[in-house]
């Protein structure tokens, strides 16, 4: 226990010094926690002959935990009937941003000989934006209360609801596919019916949301809110179903109980902590050797997948009658991938084939590094951007 326990200190620093360079730097936490971890782990540290964290059922707990917590607090921020609201913009939006972005990462899996399986993985990866990173920026940036905040926030909404379904899909298939496909099959029926049951709560329990927290101190609404999301997120992964769409439904639930600021001021903390914690995991578990042998994957989808983004954010943009200028924005503001992408890794590293277990996982941390760090700069430099497209083109540039 010691011995874990100290693992567990180095953790903390390693992430506390992380944060820092980042606020330093004025870049995004998420990529220097998983470079902390890659740093920290047993493939550098321990291979330099320097005390190291290992992955082990402590690391992984927590970290199991922050996905948990980022997924319900993304709930948070939607509810079914403001998605109702909206639902013919969001859906078209989201439309052009699956067509252009999902198809073209299967397609690369494809053409550099991976299954069907792995190239589904690989499209998943490529094709979901970061919303911690995107929404994080629109503040920092001052584009929240933009025209273009709304179908970049739109589209992430779309993806979230989409990726619900995908990882149930993705998850039987990585997890239950030896049985064939009466196994997979029944695999989905449970997962499906879960998340079915989740919805009907969602949908009909606003009173049992908030009845659980309502009359309660500090100390007792937080353990509420846990003993909710994290039982219920952990019944999901034990039925099979991703324990991240589980805590986002729950969220969902919780957005409409009344307490949803409350929630988001007590509980962001504990979000933030374990939420580090995860992505310093992603890290830990991957060997930079192996970077060289998902190099190619890597430069195919950096090349093709930022270009695509940006198309498919300005059709976005355009659905919801912005102006040339401002879609652009959009599309430039959809290029950073996170912490979807590395959750979709960590499924893949529990699959059976060395491009699962070993190569994925590698790609993903080495995508979401390139992407996160590039999309935070192209939103920083949009009007450099915007200027270099529309050379030229006066009325587009300034409307």
Excluded: C
Excluded at 45 to 55: D, E, F, I, W
Excluded at 344 to 371: C, D, H, K, Q
């Amino acid at each position: 226990m010691a011995a874990e326990l100290l693992e567990l200190g180095q953790l903390f620093v390693v992430v506390a010094v992380a944060g820092a360079f980042a606020l330093r730097l004025g870049l995004s936490v998420i990529p220097l926690y998983v470079v902390g971890g890659v740093l920290a782990g047993p493939f550098v540290a321990g291979r330099m002959g320097l005390p190291y964290v290992t992955n082990g059922e402590v690391v992984t707990l927590f970290a199991e935990v922050g996905i948990v917590l980022l997924l319900f607090f993304l709930g948070l921020e939607f509810s079914l009937d403001r998605l109702l609201e909206s639902r013919t913009r969001i859906t078209r939006a989201g439309v052009a941003d699956i067509a252009v972005n999902l198809p073209l990462g299967i397609a690369i899996g494809l053409v550099l000989g991976w299954s069907l399986v792995e190239s589904l993985l690989l499209g998943g990866i490529v094709y979901i934006s970061s919303s911690a990173i995107i929404t994080k920026s629109l503040i920092d940036l001052g584009w929240i209360a933009n025209p273009e905040a709304e179908p970049m926030l739109g589209t992430l909404v779309f993806e979230d609801l989409f990726i619900a379904v995908y990882l149930a899909v993705v998850t039987s298939l990585v997890l239950g596919g030896e049985g064939g496909l009466g196994s997979v099959g029944r695999s989905l029926a449970v997962a499906f019916g879960f998340l079915g049951l989740l919805l009907v709560a969602v949908q009909y329990g606003t009173r049992l949301f908030t009845g659980v927290l309502d009359g309660t101190g500090r100390e007792a609404f937080v353990l509420r809110t846990l003993a909710v999301v994290v039982p219920i997120s952990g019944a999901a992964l034990v039925l099979g179903v991703s324990e991240a769409v589980a805590a986002f439904f729950v969220g969902m639930g919780f957005a409409t109980s009344g307490h949803r600021e409350r929630i988001e001021r007590l509980l962001a903390p504990v979000r933030d902590v374990f939420g580090a914690v995860f992505f310093f995991w992603i890290g830990v578990g991957t060997d930079p050797t192996l970077l060289v042998a998902a190099a190619v994957p890597l430069v195919l989808a950096v090349a093709l997948t930022t270009p695509a983004k940006v198309v498919s954010g300005y059709l976005g943009g355009r659905v919801y009658d912005l102006s040339k200028r401002r879609s652009l924005r959009v599309g430039v503001g959809m290029v950073p991938r996170g912490e979807f992408s590395l959750v979709i890794a960590a499924l893949a590293a529990s699959g059976t084939t060395p491009v699962m277990r070993e190569v994925i996982p590698a790609f993903a941390v080495g995508y979401v590094l390139v992407m996160s760090g590039l999309g935070t700069v192209l939103m920083e430099r949009s009007e450099f951007v915007e200027r270099l497209v529309f050379r030229g083109d006066r009325t587009s540039a300034e409307a």
